[in-house]
Each structure stands twice: as C-alpha cells, then as structure tokens.
Nanobody, 119 residues
Framework: VQLQASGGGLVQAGGSLRLSCAASGSILRINDMAWHRQTPGKERDVVARIYSGGSTGYLDSVKGRFTISRDNAKNTVYLQMNSLKPEDTAVYYC??????????????WGQGTQVTVSS
C-alpha cells in the first residue's frame, strides 16, 4: 500500500491550498484517514481526521479554516486549507488505517508535502 500526497506550496497569509493524498495497492478497506503536520524540532501533530462514516475531528487552531474530506471511490483524502497563517507553515503528512487484501490492518503514511505561508 502506498500513499501519495500532493498540493503543497508557497502561499501568502490569507490564501488557500488544497492537499490531496491518494492510497493505492491491495486495499480491502480504509478506515480513518488523517492529515498531520510537523515543524523542525517539534512533534508531529494531528491536524484533522476523518472516519469511515464521515465524522471528522480537527486541531483547535485550524477549526473553521481547514476542512478534511474523502472520496472513498478514489481512496483519496483531501485537506482544504483556507485563511492560512504563517504558523500553519509545516511539512504535512497524510495517513490511512488500511485493511489490506491479505487481511492485515496497518497504518500507512505518505511522504511529506511542504506548506509555506508567508506573512
């Protein structure tokens, strides 16, 4: 199973970006999917999570500005980021809790994508 993240970049404060993360491989079912972020010297934080039933959860600092969604037919999770702030600058990672065709359940991670917000 592989997760491919895309959509990062450089944006001015107040701008928007949309991250995408597509899962591929021998996937039987994907349970929850999430976006995380990390800055140098700090721990990785969960930014947003979406469960298989569609319920979501967000880091307090991004509530009302970020929206996580998923397309189950495409095994893809998105993160729409609006009203971006310089403190949102980080490497963003996606993750997925996957049940494989071999009946193994594991958490898989995508490569990081850099988001830089200039003031």
């Amino acid at each position: 199973v592989q997760l491919q993240a895309s959509g990062g970049g450089l944006v001015q404060a107040g701008g928007s970006l949309r991250l995408s993360c597509a899962a591929s491989g021998s996937i039987l079912r994907i349970n929850d999917m999430a976006w995380h972020r990390q800055t140098p010297g700090k721990e990785r934080d969960v930014v947003a999570r979406i469960y298989s039933g569609g319920s979501t959860g967000y880091l307090d600092s991004v509530k009302g500005r970020f929206t996580i969604s998923r397309d189950n037919a495409k095994n893809t999770v998105y993160l729409q980021m609006n009203s971006l702030k310089p403190e949102d600058t980080a490497v963003y990672y996606c993750s997925a809790d996957v049940l494989t065709a071999m009946q193994f359940e594991n958490e898989y991670w995508g490569q990081g994508t850099q988001v830089t917000v200039s003031s």
